[in-house]
Nanobody, 121 residues
Framework: QVQLVESGGGLVQPGGSLRLSCAASGSISSIYHMGWYRQAPGKQRELVASIIISGGSTDYAASVKGRFTISRDNAKNTVYLQMNSLKPEDTAVYYC??????????????WGQGTQVTVSS
């Protein structure tokens, strides 16, 4: 079994910062790619940022570029999303996503349970 556990969400004022964490655990052989998605009420889930684990290559949605930074700690199987200059439109449930090969050599896409981020004064 593989699990993704997110943490770090909460309520923050506009202009503030939050850091989200996503830790992968379980029967992991390799992690190839991790990313953060978000879904606001009434909207489709969208990609926020992603990172290739081996090389560190990153990709960002245009709406967060320059404000959000994705990073990883390979030793901890953890990915982070540093969110600065937060805006009310960043309010959403943020989900961690990962492509993981387990110890049975099966490659599967996993989702975390989601963490709420609310930007409001």
């Amino acid at each position: 079994q593989v699990q993704l556990v997110e943490s770090g969400g909460g309520l923050v004022q506009p202009g503030g910062s939050l850091r989200l964490s996503c830790a992968a655990s379980g029967s992991i052989s390799s992690i190839y790619h991790m990313g953060w998605y978000r879904q606001a009420p009434g909207k489709q889930r969208e990609l926020v940022a992603s990172i290739i684990i081996s090389g560190g290559s990153t990709d960002y949605a245009a709406s967060v570029k320059g404000r959000f930074t994705i990073s990883r700690d390979n030793a901890k199987n953890t990915v982070y999303l540093q969110m600065n200059s937060l805006k009310p439109e960043d309010t959403a449930v943020y989900y961690c996503n990962a492509d993981i090969q387990n110890t049975a050599w099966s490659l599967t896409n996993y989702w975390g349970q989601g963490t709420q981020v609310t930007v409001s004064s």
